[in-house]
């Protein structure tokens, strides 16, 4: 059973163009959420992350949407550049009131930025 | 500043012999989590350490895998009789307090088993 789902599978944007990767998940007691970014033969590395108390939050040019009543949240990459270029993972956890501190994550999103 | 140390970055076994991953964590890290990446695939949850204590070993398979944290030195995971399937990326994660997250990830070990 996939608790964290995330669409599309890839993803070709034009540099200067809007990135948007969604995910939806099924535990309502999943009590944070964070993108991380993968560049081949790397290992994942922290964009941004966010907890059910806000809708939005922005760093940069990332920001993530969040709406908790249709378990869905959302990467924004605005101004995309060549260097985006990489695989984008979801992730969710539940780090309060369980014993879990575990990262349930997506399958991924292979971003291409064309120049 | 180190981040998440993982050695070997490649290890090549074949069916049957032993494989063992070591991670550091961050300076100032005492929880440890691993994960196996497939091909394609995203990050699957194996098992979480603090020092001298396995915390939750839900993600681990049943049968030859085992973790450790000792007091002093790296984590380890261990595959013990390796078998083609064991073939992936295993990553190491550390973090500060399971509670603050967030986690943060070495450069994975590559396991191919011949």
């Known amino acids: 059973q996939q608790q964290v789902k995330q669409s599309p599978q890839s993803l070709i944007v034009q540099k200067g163009g809007i990135s948007i990767i969604n995910c939806a998940y099924e535990n309502t007691a999943f009590d944070y959420f964070p993108w991380y970014q993968q560049f081949p033969g790397k290992g994942p590395a922290l964009l941004i992350a966010?907890?059910?108390?806000?809708s939005e939050k922005k760093e940069g040019r990332f920001t993530i949407s969040f709406n908790k009543s249709a378990k869905q949240f959302s990467l924004h990459i605005m101004d995309s550049q060549p260097g985006d270029s990489a695989t984008y993972f979801c992730a969710a956890s539940r780090i309060y009131g369980g014993s879990q501190g575990n990262l349930i994550f997506g399958k991924g999103t292979k971003l291409s930025v064309k120049p | 500043n180190a981040g998440v140390m993982q050695n070997p970055r490649h290890l090549v076994r074949r069916r049957g012999q032993e494989a063992r991953l070591r991670c550091s964590p961050m300076?100032?890290?005492?929880?440890v989590y691993w994960y196996r990446q497939l091909p394609e695939e995203g990050l699957k949850f194996m098992v979480y350490l603090q020092k001298e204590n396995i915390i939750d070993e839900s993600g681990m398979p049943k049968e030859r895998f085992s973790a450790e944290f000792p007091k002093e030195g790296p984590s380890i995971l261990r595959i013990q009789q390796v078998v083609r399937g064991d073939s992936a990326a295993y990553f190491c994660a550390s973090s500060r307090d399971r509670v603050d997250q967030p986690q943060h990830f070495g450069d994975g070990t590559r396991l191919s088993i011949l």
């Open positions: 300076k100032g890290h005492s929880h």
């Open positions: 966010i907890r059910p108390d806000v």
